[in-house]
């Protein structure tokens, strides 16, 4: 124990002079300070263990009507049945590809559209307006008119979930592209770059960062609209197992479900930002 | 005068109602001539090159190269920034490379001696596979220096280069830019605070009053000290005295209230 420490206030000082200079431990409530990769898992992990602890407590104790918040005990022996009996991890992966699916259409229409809207004034002032009004409809809202259109089959998901992310990543990949420094373009063009290879090489380059955060963060909203979209209309996907579960009173399935769709999630992401890390070492 | 190569025409420039450069303004530089821009903070010195290298176009008036007047930027025109900016996503030689990235007329492997040689020159070798902001500010000025001059553009807009380097690197790179415009037959426009500076590199200084910009004074340095200009010019009585004129010259122009808007 004590060499690690040692080993952290030695990185520490290579990495950040300013920092070690008359503290040779620092707190760990320093403001801004820095904490080691191992200690912010260890932290993480402890918080969540305590928290699971003090639900299955409170369950056990009798306080609660165990109907409404089952111990995290019997919600992991739900989820185990479920994935024996109700193929629960199909339904999953269903999910999973719904949303990917409508997500990788919606990022591969909005980052061109995106792109073009900072780069052009003209596309920008146009596209604007309607962007930023359809954004602001919430998505269940559109649900009867989408069930209209595309009826109740796999179309009506697909859809709801590209409008709910959609609209709004045009919008923050608009303003990655205007947020990249006009040096970075100016430089580019007086090395003699002509409007493609500025964007490609430099003004995309530069966004790039900025651009997978936000694919991740729309991804997140990406599972919020399908639960809603396969409460509305499906016969498979987490939702719809939420919801039947749900329809008996069953709480440790619905919670068992909700788990399902937290554990993807917290991967994905982790997933994504290990990624992001990787690809841009310089950050 | 030698033929005009860069040459303004009655030039102004106002951003919305701020008069930068009011009265008319007319400058030829020769091929081959280091022009030095001296003046006061503020009296737009980074307009008049930004307008040079076509990243902002003039109010009234027109500047042209060799005859035809510039449009937006290219390679021909090549700027080192005030702020030295390099792309962050690429290492320190990768940066400098990129200066050459759209010249046809290198092959690949005459790209990497000119940005192996320039690194040396600028002192960053070792520091090649580092990215930009692990590196210090005076580095980072370094990798925008050699990026510009690894791109051999004809004219050279150089924003304060300078500026936060250490005194031997900066007697060095001093040195080592005057050989290069002497040999390779750049055009140079150079901005600097630095009057000592000025003075060894230019073959003329031109001082700008405060804003709204007016010339104030163009000294032909080349015909009083010579071209060539070896480290040990700095010591002599001729070099002094050019020196401490000019300085008097812009101390006039920047006004009695010292003018600095900094
Ligand atoms: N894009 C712009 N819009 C409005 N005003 C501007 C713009 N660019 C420059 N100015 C103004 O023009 C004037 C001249 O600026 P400039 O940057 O050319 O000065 P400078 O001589 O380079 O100063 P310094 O020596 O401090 O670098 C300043 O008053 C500045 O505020
Ligand atoms: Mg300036």
Redesign the pocket.
Known sequence: MTQEVAGRVVTGRVVTTRRAVNRNQPSIWAFRGALSRRAQIGIGVGTSVALLLIWEAVARSGLVNTTFLPSPTTVLGALLTMIQKQSLLWHAGVSTLRVWIAFTLAAVMAIPIGIMMSSYRVVGAALEPIIDFIRYLPVPALVPLSIIWFGVGENTKLYLLWLGTFFQLVLLVADDMRRVPQEYIEIAHTLGANTRQTLRDVAFRAMLPGLVDNLRITLGWCWTYLIIAEIVAADSGIGFVIWTARRYMKTPEVMAGVVVIGVIGLVTDQLLRALHRRAFRYL | MTQAYLEFHGVTKR??D?D?VAQPFDIAVARNEFVVFL?P???????LMRMIGGLDTPSGGEISLEGTPVGGPDHRRGMVF?SYSSFPWLTVAENVLFGMRYRKDLTEREKLARRDHYLDLVGLYEFSNAYPNKVSGGMRQRVAIARTLAAGSDVMLMD?PFGALDAQRREKLQVELRAIQRRDAKTIVF?T?DVEEAVFLADRVIVFSK?PARIMADIDITERLGAERPLDLRDTPEFFQLRTAVLRLLREAAGDEAGDE?
């Open positions: 951003f919305g701020l930068v003046g903070s503020g009296c737009g010195k980074t307009t005030q304060e901005v605070h804003r900094k």
